[in-house]
Nanobody, 111 residues
Framework: QAQLVESGGGLVHPGGSLRLSCAAS????????VAWYRQAPGKQRELVAT???????KYTDSVKGRFTISRDNLKKMVYLQMNSLKPDDTAVYYC?????WGQGTQVTVSS
């Protein structure tokens, strides 16, 4: 059964860092792009970062220079390193692989 499981969320102060992980129990993981999305309270789901099968990444403007997406194809893992976190980064973060979604992990940035 295809499944993505996120972990690593939590409460952090502004300026802090978190590293999110996504374990992908899927077939052909290395053949497709993977993405991180987030949904903040009262807002639509937002694409945060994508990474291609070869490791090329893209980011939404608001996180450029602060977030880094990476993948380990052998382990079928996806990561999102989040530095210099801001209160506006507060959201539920979701891992996505094709039509498969994780359950989400809460990231709260607050003083």
């Amino acid at each position: 059964q295809a499944q993505l499981v996120e972990s690593g969320g939590g409460l952090v102060h502004p300026g802090g860092s978190l590293r999110l992980s996504c374990a992908a129990s899927v077939n052909f993981f290395s053949a497709y792009a993977v993405a991180w999305y987030r949904q903040a309270p009262g807002k639509q789901r937002e694409l945060v970062a994508t990474i291609t099968r070869s490791g090329s990444s893209k980011y939404t403007d608001s996180v450029k220079g602060r977030f880094t997406i990476s993948r380990d194809n052998l382990k079928k893992m996806v990561y999102l390193q989040m530095n210099s976190l801001k209160p506006d980064d507060t959201a539920v973060y979701y891992c996505n692989f094709r039509d498969v979604w994780g359950q989400g992990t809460q990231v709260t940035v607050s003083s």
